[in-house]
């Protein structure tokens, strides 16, 4: 999957030609393997590095997609990633300091929501309620101006009793656990 997006970012040789080293390295159909270490991860299992443990949770969205849990064993952030509204998500939120929940839609739309897979914010906070999340912070939002981030704010502080927020970039949370 990551090869075939690199592809759209690739360039011909000859449109390369007297190109920096950095500029060919990510003008290539190999970008993503040039700049990260890719290794492939069991969904079914957990991984381990840092101190931390990370598990994996099957979403609902067009393909595969999987929300994590990561933990240092005292505190628990949970990241939905792309989904719909699934039992899934509340395995996944399940008394988790942090959600960071995607909120793409401000109302549920059948295809979007329904086929595709994307929550409202709405969805995120009842998700966070049920499963007795700590905190919500909506991320993946489709507009980022001010007034569209505090409205969804909003709408999911109507179903969940707790602090909620819209992530932003260089935001640092603590996780107390």
């Given at each position: ?165 819209a992530a932003s970039p260089d935001d640092r949370y603590v996780?107390?656990?």
């Open positions: 999957m990551l090869r075939t997006i690199a592809f759209a970012f690739a360039k011909p040789p000859e449109v390369l030609e007297g190109a920096s080293e950095e500029t060919k390295k990510l003008s290539t159909a190999d970008l993503f393997s040039n700049m990260f270490d890719l290794a492939e991860y069991d969904p079914d299992g957990s991984l381990s590095f840092g101190g931390l443990d990370v598990s994996f949770v099957p979403m609902r969205h067009a393909g595969s997609a999987y929300g994590m849990r990561i933990t240092d064993g005292t505190s628990v952030l949970a990241h939905t990633g792309d989904t719909g509204d699934c039992p899934g998500l509340d395995t996944l939120a399940r008394d988790a300091d942090i959600l960071l929940s995607e909120a793409s839609l401000r109302e549920f739309d059948p295809d979007t929501s329904g086929r595709h897979g994307h929550l409202t914010p709405g969805e995120a906070g009842r998700a966070a309620s049920r499963s007795g999340v700590k905190r919500l912070l909506l991320t993946h939002m489709s507009r980022s101006d001010p007034e569209w981030r505090a409205e969804m704010v909003a709408l999911a502080s109507e179903e969940l009793d707790g602090p909620v927020k996780l107390d656990g």
